[in-house]
């Protein structure tokens, strides 16, 4: 029987390719997470505001909490 499952790495070239996802622009930490570096960071240009491990902006989004 032939096996009609997509090769993995294929549906990831997809998936990055739709989501204009480059080589660098992220990686899986140990924990299996996906985490964007400062490349992508970069690229797209602000801080979100979610606390990124790499975020070149000096998480100037991030709300504060006050106390």
């Known amino acids: ?7 993995k790495l294929q549906v990831t070239d997809e ?12 990686y899986f930490s140990a924990e299996g997470f996906l985490v964007f ?14 606390r990124c491990r ?3 902006f000096g998480h100037e989004a991030v709300k504060r909490v006050r106390g």
Do not use: I
């Open 1 to 7: 029987m032939k096996d009609h499952a997509p090769d």
């Open 15 to 26: 998936r990055n390719e739709r989501l204009g996802l480059e080589p660098g622009d992220y």
């Open 37 to 50: 570096t400062e490349q992508y960071h970069r690229k797209r240009g602000y801080c979100c505001g979610n």
């Open 54 to 56: 790499h975020c070149p």
